[in-house]
């Protein structure tokens, strides 16, 4: 499937769409308690849309991260509620949008270029890990999100954040390809995991255990390299 710009630029309009629904929503005062986490949101879906307008090397698969998340989203609305057109309306345009960005033909106007690689010194194992890397942790960032700046109980809370500012701060490392990136999000992983040891019932216990296994998955792939680096400096 060709027609790169135009595919490019439906998604974008995609992304663009969620995050001034998300911003109107929260500015609305509509959901009091969620005016924070939906600020958040919007930003998550505005960087979605400026990283790919801008080419950084990363957007296509931090984008397609975010798009899974909202298929996710869709997918949990039609078993809890059924098929209500908003259900179907939210999950319908994100899957639109990873499907869009799928593909050769797009991965060449993203990470597809050779200059990132040549920079890094990256070879296509390392892109493809890379890649697994940070479509998960698109798809982790918007539910650690909701469930850092949500309603949530006090103890929960005290591990939510810092694992919040970790999972944000070790993306930006990842992407940047360094070191402490992975290491924080898998230390923000391991935090959400036991916020969810600390849940008083499963359901409760269910998205932090989610988050928090998408960032250790994130961050996994580069524990034997980091590894052998340690190994063979010493």
Known sequence: MKLVGERRALAA????????????LALSGAAPPLETALFALAGVYALAFFALV??????????????????I????????????????FLGGTHLAAAAMLWGESMSASYDGKTQ??????MDDNAVHRLGRSVIRAGVSLPIVLLYALGPSSGSVLGLALPALLLAAFGFRGLVQMKTWGVVALGTAGGLLLASAGLAATWDLALIPAMSGALLLSAAVPFAAP????????I
């Not at 801008?54 to 298929?71: E, K, L, P, Q, T």
């Open 54 to 71: 801008a080419g950084y090397f990363w957007a296509r698969w931090y984008a397609v991260g975010v798009s899974i998340y909202g298929v």
């Open 73 to 88: 989203v869709g997918a949990l609305g039609l078993w809890q509620l059924g098929a209500e057109p908003v259900i179907l």
């Open 13 to 24: 309009v995609v992304f663009m769409f969620y995050a001034l629904a998300y911003a109107v």
């Open 116 to 121: 990132w690689r040549e920079r890094f010194h």
């Open 226 to 233: 980091m590894l052998r680096f340690v190994r063979t400096s």
